[in-house]
């Protein structure tokens, strides 16, 4: 909530703050250390807030651990982590943080260059939990180093993920689970394609296959009915797609996103997972919703997913501190 608070540019939550900070003095033992599941997306927006000694105390904390052997993905895994580690060490200028990204980034094409499971349906698919989290990460650290094996691996990560693709009637592209497809950002194709726009932005001669699939997952954000409004499985995140790419069908899926709008307190507010209750959270909730429509509605924004910026914006080059 505090993070899409931020990207929408709204008044400081300065409650919810405190709340952050009180409990991050220290975690509790056992706290995960990712980023959309743990202490790497704490760090994160506490360091866009301004809480920049909280936050490098915490990724300090993260560091202490077995960090190596997360998964590699973008929820809990290595993928977040570098993600987190790399945008600190531009923001700090510290050489240890640069340096843990590195290698963050060492596993994670030792770990491609690694044959996959041989039926792609035995694999999760997508941004969260998919490969296509760890081409974001090597995609990000292509454009600090410019080293093109951090591109070719970011392109193999992206292959993977487009396997466990199917194309369904009218053209629409989504994530086939073996008994339903699904086209959504956090498990399904959107937020594949989010990333392989950001790929093609840099592929010289990426390949027919890639424009057929970006084209195919642009299609599936355009369907008219969507079980839930959230960001991650929902109706948001399908904005928030529309929106980055600039496709002329975004306003539909704007005005389909009021289906699910209720009053809360006199407020606007969304339901969460499965419809069951309303949720402010970001992944299932209103905070997400709010993130989505901060991007479509605002023209000038820079709202925008962690570490997902609109597209055409420059490459980031060394430290900023």
Do not use: K
């Amino acid at each position: 909530m505090l993070y899409a608070l931020d990207a929408i540019g709204a008044e400081r939550y300065e409650e919810g703050e405190r709340w952050l900070l009180a409990r991050t003095a220290p975690p509790p033992r056992g706290t995960p250390l990712g980023l959309y599941d743990g202490l790497a997306g704490v760090a994160h927006v506490l360091d866009r807030l301004g809480h920049r000694q909280r936050a490098l105390d915490l990724t300090d904390s993260i560091l202490a651990e077995r960090w190596q052997n997360l998964s590699s993905d973008l929820h809990g895994g290595l993928a977040g982590l570098g993600l987190v580690l790399g945008e600190l060490a531009r923001t700090t200028g510290e050489a240890e943080l640069r340096d843990r990204a590195a290698e963050t980034a060492d596993i994670l094409v030792r770990r491609l260059a690694e044959p996959p499971p041989d039926t792609p349906r035995r694999r999760r698919a997508g941004l969260l939990r998919g490969a296509s989290g760890a081409a974001l990460f090597l995609l990000r650290q292509y454009e600090r180093t410019g080293e093109q094996r951090l591109l070719a691996a970011a392109e193999v990560a992206l292959r993977r993920d487009l396997e466990c693709c199917a194309t369904r009637e009218g053209g629409a592209m989504e994530v086939d689970e073996g008994w339903r497809t699904l086209p959504y950002l956090g498990d399904g194709s959107a937020g594949i394609g989010m990333v392989l726009d950001d790929y093609l932005a840099h592929a010289d001669g990426p390949g027919e296959e890639f424009v057929h699939a970006r084209d195919g997952i642009l299609t599936a954000a355009t369907c008219r009915f969507y079980v839930q409004p959230g960001l991650f499985q929902g109706r948001a995140g399908l904005i928030l797609h529309l929106a980055r790419t600039g496709d002329t069908r975004l306003a539909g899926q704007i005005a389909g996103l009021g289906w699910f709008a209720m009053d809360y307190q006199g407020q606007l507010a969304f339901p969460g997972h499965q419809m069951m209750r309303l949720s402010m959270d970001l992944g299932t909730g209103t905070a997400g919703c709010l993130l989505a429509l901060g991007a479509a509605l605002d023209s000038g924004t820079h709202t925008h997913l962690p570490f997902l910026p609109p597209l055409g914006r420059p490459p980031q080059h060394g430290p900023a501190n």
